[in-house]
C-alpha cells in the first residue's frame, strides 16, 4: 500500500474572489493551507509572529505566484487584541473584504516534551492557553464585524483529535483543543443569526517535523497502523475538509468539528 496522501479531490466552487485570513502561516500546516486557498482563486492573508517571517514570506510568494489567487505577509500575535484589529484593517485595506478566517496558530512544536501533568507548571499552562484558546476567541472576535457588515462569512478553528483521545503527556494541550471546539460551539450559536459560521476541523497525528520533535518513529508508526486508511497522515490531507468548510459548498452547517484523522477516532 502506498504511504503517500490520496491526490486532492477538486476543490469546491466560491471560493474564487473571497478574502481567507490563515493564522500560523509560517509552519507545514499553516503554509499548506495558504497555497490551497491560493490555488482556489482566494486571497490570503497570511498571519504569524514576525520570526517567522522568513518561511511566512516564502510562503506567500510561492502562493500568489502558482497563484490565481494572491497571498500577503501579516506579522502578529494572535494573542493581542491591537495586533488583530491590525490585521483586520490590513487585509480590508488589501483586497477590500474578509470572508473567511482559519484559526490554525497554536502551541504545538514549543511544547517541552511529554510530561505528566502533575509536572507542568503554570507558566506552561497559560501560555497554551493563550495562544491556543484566548488567540482563537480574540481571531473571532477580531473578525465577526467584517463579516457581520459584509453579510456572512466561515470562520473555521482548528482543534485536534487529542480533546476526545486524551494523549498522554500533553494535558495542557489536550484541554485547550477541547476548549477550542466548545467556544467552536458557543460561536456559531451567537455568529448564526448573521450568516457567520464557525466550525472546527480536528486533525489526527501529521507526519511533520513538529511531530516527529514530539514523538518517536515508532510512535508515528503504531498511529499511522492505528488509522482505517493505514498511512502517515500530511498536512495536504487536511486541505479537502478544510476548503469544504470555507466555501459556500458546507452553507447549512455550523457548530460542527469535522474529524480528519484517516478512520482512527469515530464520532
Known amino acids: ?37 491560493a490555488a482556489t482563486g482566494a486571497n490570503v492573508v497570511a498571519v504569524d509572529l514576525l520570526r517567522t517571517a522568513r518561511q511566512a514570506l516564502e510562503t506567500t510568494r510561492t502562493a500568489s505566484r502558482t497563484g490565481p489567487g494572491r497571498a500577503v505577509f501579516a506579522p502578529a500575535d494572535v494573542t493581542s487584541q491591537s495586533d488583530w484589529q491590525l490585521v483586520v484593517e490590513r487585509t480590508i485595506a488589501e483586497f477590500g473584504r474578509l470572508d473567511v ?17 502533575t509536572e507542568l507548571v503554570v507558566e506552561e499552562w497559560d501560555q497554551v492557553f493563550a495562544v491556543n484558546v484566548r488567540g482563537t476567541w480574540l481571531g473571532i472576535k477580531a473578525v465577526a464585524p467584517a463579516m457581520v457588515d459584509s453579510g456572512g462569512g466561515s470562520i473555521v478553528n482548528v482543534s485536534s483529535v ?10 495542557h494541550y489536550v484541554a485547550s483543543k477541547a476548549a477550542v471546539e466548545g467556544l467552536t460551539r458557543a460561536a456559531a450559536r451567537e455568529l448564526g443569526e448573521h450568516n457567520v459560521r464557525v466550525n472546527a476541523v480536528a486533525p489526527g497525528l501529521v507526519d511533520n517535523d513538529a511531530s516527529r ?46 474529524v480528519v484523522d484517516g478512520g482512527q477516532v469515530f464520532t
Open 213 to 258: 520533535t514530539l514523538n518517536t518513529e515508532t510512535y508515528l508508526a503504531a498511529a499511522a497502523r492505528a488509522r482505517s486508511l493505514p498511512r502517515p497522515m500530511q498536512a495536504d490531507d487536511l486541505v479537502g475538509a478544510l476548503l469544504w468548510l470555507a466555501s459556500p459548498a458546507s452553507s447549512f452547517v455550523t457548530g460542527q468539528t469535522v
Open 1 to 37: 500500500m502506498s504511504n503517500l496522501p490520496a491526490s486532492a479531490a477538486p476543490a469546491p466552487a466560491g471560493l474564487a474572489g473571497r478574502t481567507v485570513v490563515v493564522t500560523g502561516a509560517g509552519a507545514e500546516i499553516g503554509g499548506a493551507y495558504v497555497r490551497a486557498f
Open 101 to 117: 478566517l482559519v484559526n490554525n496558530a497554536a502551541v504545538y512544536r514549543a511544547l517541552s516534551g511529554k510530561r505528566p501533568l
Open 162 to 171: 487529542v480533546g476526545r483521545t486524551g494523549a498522554v503527556g500533553f494535558a
